[in-house]
């Protein structure tokens, strides 16, 4: 079941400088995309979260864009700092009249900034 | 700032014992659910629990598992007869409205021998 995923196991970029994390996922009906930061031994932590009807939504140093006709959306970190260092999680859910509030996760995709 | 605890941490048992695992959602939130990640997989949604009753669930939450909210502030997952591949990391959490973002607890490390 890949209705959700994300390609690229990993990421590294120097801090300062912009991080860009890709989701694509495949069930047209999913409608709600959110952004979880995991570190170890801890659990998902919540960013950022997106709607359909939206293209873009931005808290801070964090924007996500949503190309719904690609079904892909991406997070933008910028700046990068060290302490974003963590596994990313794309998840979705189909929140249409009597859907699912269940999230979809990808498998993440972790992310190393160095200093 | 509020957040979601679970107890314990770390729960290791022997396969077909029963094991409780314990939650404490964000307190003015009113939707529950449970997730679990086994070692190298996807977080995977089990049951959400709204107004006391499951709301949905999927096809791992079979007839050993069940979910109770006891009291004004505990919400528990109940694993009947545990099996070896009920080893997982076990996340609750908790959602103020149905369609909101959803805040996880740190997790319940569950080792079945």
């Known amino acids: 079941d890949q209705q959700v995923k994300q390609n690229s196991p990993s990421l590294s970029v120097q801090e300062g400088r912009i991080s860009i994390l890709n989701c694509d996922y495949t069930n047209s009906m999913f409608d709600y995309f959110l952004w979880y930061k995991k570190y170890p031994a801890e659990g998902p932590t919540f960013l950022i979260s997106i709607s359909s009807i939206k293209d873009k939504n931005e808290d801070g140093r964090f924007t996500v864009f949503l190309n719904k006709s690609a079904k892909h959306l991406s997070l933008h970190i910028v700046p990068s700092q060290p302490g974003d260092s963590a596994v990313y999680f794309c998840a979705a859910s189909a929140r249409v009249e009597g859907g699912s509030e269940k999230l979809v996760f990808g498998k993440g995709m972790k992310l190393t900034v160095n200093p | 700032e509020p957040e979601v605890t679970q107890t314990p941490s770390h729960q290791v048992t022997q396969m077909g014992q029963e094991v409780i695992l314990r939650c404490v959602p964000i307190s003015n939130h009113l939707y529950f659910y449970w997730y679990r990640q086994i070692l190298g997989q996807k977080v995977e949604f089990l049951v959400s629990?709204?107004?006391?009753?499951?709301?949905?669930k999927s096809e791992i939450f079979d007839d050993q598992f069940s979910v109770e909210r006891p009291d004004g502030s505990n919400f528990t997952l109940k694993i009947r007869s545990t099996k070896l591949e009920d080893s997982a990391m076990y996340f609750c959490?908790?959602?103020?409205?149905?369609?909101?973002?959803?805040?996880f607890g740190p997790g319940t490390r569950l080792t079945v021998l």
């Open positions: 959490a908790s959602g103020l409205a149905r369609y909101n973002e959803q805040f």
């Open positions: 629990f709204y107004n006391n009753e499951i709301s949905e």
